[in-house]
């Protein structure tokens, strides 16, 4: 079997539950979800949206070690029992929090934080041994998941966190005690909940709380909102305090930038020491991403030529900005997939990479789904897009969701080429109308559903659909 991650005992140690029917197995990972296990996983018989236990008999004849349940019976196989299922994962993400020694990063932010964890990841795994959260597993069980499934002889960690409410970072912080503490940028995002921008920054702000003592907090300097993050830290355990951005007094500053469809490249400042660098992800905003990347970097002990060198291999992740040539009848056409969600800030970024990119013979198209919890704000921020549409030299426009209908009412006359309140309503309308030479962008916040109209563009036959 891979490494051991758990041993019967230890997780029993750890959770204070009781081993029934084995006293002697051994997991060498921790999963969720029985169509994904893998042989020799613990199985977590969570109780969410769906019953885990339901789940168990599937688990174990997929070769699962054994399974953290709640109730005993609910079908073959090893199980530690435990009084909850839940409180049990976060018990043994305490646990492997303290019997390791790597150094401990925390990511959130209302942009960019999926990407910059990644791209973390691939920085301190270029200079050793680390572990990151998987996809965006950045939610209440997300988290301590990510944590419990640390390697002891990890070096360097990375957790990303996310939320929807005020004190939900600070639970997420409490539980993984980083030494680095980093936010991204602040956005309009989650307005809905939270009803206003500086709710916003405070609740982002969450992450200092659980900083180690002489921690560092990273957060941007160019941001609105820097002198209440700075506040926040300053009340934590945060021994340091380090600022990113473009400001003539952060720490690590972005000196130039330049971006066009196939990466950018730039010079940065990290602690007086200038570093040119490139990045084959493209977008401005990625000036913004790397310098957060070189400072919470630097703040875990990567140097930044080591960074520098881990960013010149690094691209842009599915629905992220990944930019594909897709074949079509009579040639190709470039999808830009920027789908996995959207604010007002990522959907103005995104847009600009449709305006450097450009057609080798046929139009730039948008097609975007509505942003969801914005609040009362909702209307003008869709709106406010049609300007960056127009800077982008978008031909033409589709849109899904009722909240784009502010957006559909300010396009320039002869832009729209369709509006459809779902997603699903415009993949004929979408297939019908691409072709060689174009170039596609496609972004909206998860619950759009315009990812389904990404991925049917990246892997049907648009021909099949009506495309000719």
Request: charged residues 20%.
């Amino acid at each position: 079997m891979a490494d051991k991650l758990w041993t019967a005992r230890e997780a029993a140690a750890a959770t204070s539950g009781q081993l029934v029917d084995s006293l002697d197995w051994s997991a060498a990972g921790i999963s969720i979800d029985s169509r994904s296990i893998k042989p020799d996983d613990l199985f977590v018989a969570l109780q969410d949206q769906r019953d885990g236990h339901d789940f168990v008999p599937d688990a174990m004849a997929r070769g699962a070690a054994a399974a953290l349940v709640a109730r005993p019976d609910c079908g073959p196989g090893a199980k530690l029992v435990v009084g909850d299922t839940l409180d049990g994962l976060r018990s043994l993400a305490r646990a492997a929090r303290d019997r390791s020694a790597a150094i401990r990063v925390a990511v959130t932010g209302s942009v960019g934080k999926t990407s910059v964890k990644e791209a973390l990841a691939a920085v301190f795994r270029s200079v050793g041994t680390a572990h990151a959260s998987q996809k965006s597993y950045n939610n209440h069980w997300g988290v301590p998941l990510t944590l419990a499934m640390t390697p002891q002889d990890s070096e360097r960690a990375v957790y990303e966190m996310g939320m929807n409410h005020a004190g939900e970072i600070r639970e997420l912080s409490t539980l993984v005690r980083p030494h680095v503490a980093l936010i991204t940028k602040i956005a309009p995002a989650h307005l809905e909940n939270l009803g206003s921008m500086e709710a916003i920054a405070d609740a982002k702000a969450e992450i200092f709380e659980g900083l180690n003592p002489d921690g560092v907090a990273v957060f941007p300097a160019d941001d609105e909102f820097s002198p209440r993050l700075a506040k926040h830290a300053a009340k934590s355990a945060a021994a340091f305090m380090l600022e990113f951005g473009r400001e003539k007094s952060a720490a690590i500053r972005i000196l130039d930038f330049e971006t066009g469809p196939s990466g950018g490249k730039g010079r940065i400042s990290v602690l007086g020491k200038e570093v040119s660098f490139s990045i084959a992800a493209p977008g401005d905003h990625w000036a913004w991403n790397a310098a957060a990347i070189f400072a919470t970097a630097i703040a875990s002990g990567v140097d930044a030529e080591a960074t520098a060198d881990a960013l010149a291999g690094l691209t842009a992740g599915a629905g992220r900005g990944a930019m594909r040539q897709i074949p079509v009848k009579g040639g190709h056409f470039t999808l830009i997939d920027d789908s996995y969600n959207a604010n007002p800030a990522s959907m103005r970024s995104g847009l600009s990479i449709l305006g450097a990119t450009e057609p080798a013979s046929g139009r730039r198209i948008a097609i975007l789904g509505e942003m969801l919890e914005l609040g009362p704000d909702s209307p003008a921020l869709h709106a406010s897009l049609a300007d960056p549409i127009q800077e982008a030299h978008a031909n033409a426009v589709f849109l899904a969701g009722k909240g784009n209908v502010p957006l559909r009412d300010a396009l320039q006359i002869g832009r729209l080429a369709a509006y459809a309140e779902t997603a699903d309503e415009l993949c004929d309308l979408v297939a019908a109308y691409i072709g060689p030479g174009d170039v596609v962008f496609v972004k909206g916040s998860n619950a759009s559903g315009v990812h389904k109209i990404a991925r049917m563009l990246a892997e049907d036959d648009l021909g099949a659909r009506g495309q000719g």
